[in-house]
């Protein structure tokens, strides 16, 4: 979905009150399902510590199976797996929330000024987004965290400096089709300054479509942290669901509950958020085709 | 077609491959300290970071540095692999080949599978089948392909027992010629149907929303007014210009492939640059990882200027735009 960023239609922007968007997501079921995994996931996540003890505590037996004790078994070194799993789930949800936040700050702001300005702002901004697009963003991630120390940092300042280019892409498009509106004349000839014109008349118009991108985004984020923790190039200090599977991988005869529910923790985490992005732009875009579709 | 457009759209790659060899400089730049230190690895002998300070030209300014980092990558020398003990653009050689079988193969694979899944939805929209493709893409899209893969591994090898469980082909049996073909195919089937299908949910997906567009317009109104069958007007006419986006994504795809074929790699003991890779990241071994997403990203650009080439080969108004 990397190359089609045209510029998309907006139907009347739909902003209004908050509880009347969530009305209108929670009445599909897919928004509803996408919404309480979400939630739940984000809950789990913010109370692991209370939920479940030290993930690297090695005082249980090894290899055992789920059972009352430990409900998803335990691992080669006597790990308790529902404790890492719910650890697990807690990093990535720290890392994508992290990276999100960077990446749509960098991608609104180069895209709205690319948009708005246009020109050589524009060629110069665009030439930057391509340089960035011409490795593939899981290979630039694991060139990175190669060189540079192995921390949760520097992870999300990776991904999050890598995942801004197809956000920047959109918002440039959609910047485009609004500049030459006739309220953006309006609010010129009223004396209103570029970053105010941006700030309070450009990007609220953007929003329905960024929300849309910022969450897909989301969820592929997700995916390339639980890649990199596989190939072991994540914090060795943080638990993580990437790096539960890698260690799956030498007991996947003698312990299958060892690969299976780090696994389906990733694929609830990144089923809830595209479920939920899925729904959002069928609420806020409704004149636009299923994001996933492009 | 026209040789100009081919000639233009070769020329266009080459701001690609610069873009790739400054992010990579400015990457290794960015990291404090000493980059001949870096690249040698914390283990390096004083003199090994010197040969690299020499070999790289750490110790002249920057554009020099940069000039003699290009003129390197353009003669195919990307430096000496620590953890494999041999020049990295050999290793690189040995290895690309099963990476390349392994994608080439679920290139195949889900692109058959992508078209007839996204053909056979769009033929009832909304209907169960429908319904269940746009399920299963949904899911399709949330699970890590290495997650996938090490399921196929659980369930096909170690409980049903129909596939080899690990590597290329049998070591046991000494097979030549046609025996040594059926035996890689064989150990190749669960690895590249399990790729296949972690990424056989875009093309589907592209598939049917193209056609499903297709189907609103004009000329396919007249070919159901002459009173073709819909079966006719779907396969015949909608079809052919469905396409269309159907390779637009091929360029997405490979990227997408290749970097879910070295993950999986890991979990087959497929002995492509997968391996090399998790051997590198271990080690710490910079210049082999660095060689190695030079050389997957040059692929990815080639793959990109095909994909161009091709469209304005199907696309008679793409060359003169």
Redo the contacts between chains.
């Keep these: 979905m990397s190359d089609t960023a045209e510029p998309l239609v907006i139907a009347a922007p739909a902003r209004g009150h908050g509880h009347a968007l969530f009305r209108r997501v929670v009445r599909r079921p897919a928004g509803a399902v996408g919404l309480l995994l979400t939630v739940s996931v984000g809950l789990v996540s913010s109370f692991a510590p209370t939920l479940a003890a030290d993930p690297f505590l090695l005082d249980n037996p090894a290899l055992r199976p789920p059972s009352a004790d430990h409900r998803f078994g335990t691992d080669n070194l006597g790990r308790d797996l529902f404790n890492a799993v719910v650890h697990g789930m807690r990093t990535s949800l720290t890392v994508v929330v992290w990276v999100t936040f960077i990446s749509a700050v960098i991608g609104l702001a180069v895209g709205a000024t690319a948009g708005y300005r246009g020109g050589l702002v524009d060629r110069v901004l665009m030439r930057v987004t391509e340089l960035f697009q011409s490795i593939p963003r899981f290979f630039l991630a694991l060139l990175a965290m190669s060189l540079f120390e192995r921390t949760l940092r520097n992870l999300i300042l990776v991904l999050g400096l890598t995942s801004w280019t197809f956000l920047a892409r959109v918002v440039r498009a959609e910047t485009l089709s609004i500049r030459t509106r006739e309220y953006i004349e309006g609010a010129r000839a009223c004396g209103a300054g570029d970053v105010r014109i941006i700030w309070r008349h450009v990007l609220p118009n953007i929003l329905p479509t960024a929300t849309v991108v910022i969450s897909l985004g989301a969820s592929r984020v997700i995916l390339l942290e639980a890649g990199l923790a596989f190939l072991g190039l994540s914090d060795q200090d943080r638990m993580s669901l990437g790096f539960l599977i890698n260690n799956a991988q030498q007991f996947l005869q003698q312990a299958w509950w060892m690969s299976v529910f780090p696994g389906a923790a990733i694929v609830v985490v990144v089923l809830g958020i595209n479920l939920l992005a899925d729904t959002l732009n069928d609420v806020l875009n409704p004149l636009v085709q299923h994001v996933t579709d492009a | 077609m026209g040789l100009g457009y081919v000639v233009r759209r070769v020329l266009g790659i080459v ?2 491959l610069f ?2 060899l ?3 400089f400015v ?2 730049h960015a ?1 404090p300290g000493d980059p001949a230190q ?1 690249l040698a690895g914390e283990a390096a002998t004083p003199e090994r970071v010197e040969e690299i300070r020499r070999d790289l030209g750490l110790d002249r300014p920057l554009p020099d540095q940069f000039a003699t980092y290009v003129a390197k990558v353009a003669r195919g020398d990307l430096g000496f692999s620590t953890s494999q003990g041999r020049p990295v653009n050999t290793v690189i050689a040995e290895r690309i080949g099963p990476t390349l079988l392994l994608s080439g193969a679920a290139l195949c694979i889900s692109t058959v599978l992508g078209l007839l899944l996204g053909l056979l939805a769009a033929r009832r929209p909304f209907g169960r089948f429908d319904l269940s493709v746009n399920l299963a ?3 399709g ?4 392909a ?2 996938l893969a ?2 196929a ?2 369930f096909f090898a ?1 409980r049903l027992g129909l596939f080899p469980l690990l590597g290329y082909s049998d070591i046991r049996k000494e097979l030549s010629g046609l025996g040594h073909l059926v035996d890689v195919t064989f150990h190749l089937t669960l690895p590249a149907v399990v790729l296949a299908l972690s990424e056989v ?2 093309l589907s ?2 598939t ?2 193209g056609l499903l567009q297709e189907l609103g317009r004009d000329y396919v109104r007249t070919a159901r007014a002459k009173g073709l069958a819909d079966e006719q007007v779907l396969n015949r006419h909608a079809l052919r210009n469905a396409l269309l986006p159907v390779v ?2 091929l ?2 795809r490979v ?1 997408f492939l ?2 879910g074929a070295v ?1 999986i790699e ?2 087959f003991s497929w002995p492509g640059l997968g391996s090399v ?2 051997t ?3 080690q ?1 071994d ?1 210049i082999t ?2 060689g ?2 030079l050389v ?2 040059f692929g ?2 080639v793959a990109n200027l095909f994909t161009d080439i091709l469209y304005g080969l199907v696309d008679p108004r793409v060359r003169h735009r």
């Design positions: 701001p690609a873009g790739v400054i992010v990579t990457i290794v990291v870096l893409a949904l899911v899209y949330a699970t890590p290495f997650w090490q399921l591994v659980l170690v949910a875009l997906r592209v049917r929303t637009t994504v360029g997405t990227g290749v970097s993950v890991a979990v890779i998790v590198a990241a271990q710490a910079r990882m660095l190695l997403v997957v990203a990815v650009i």
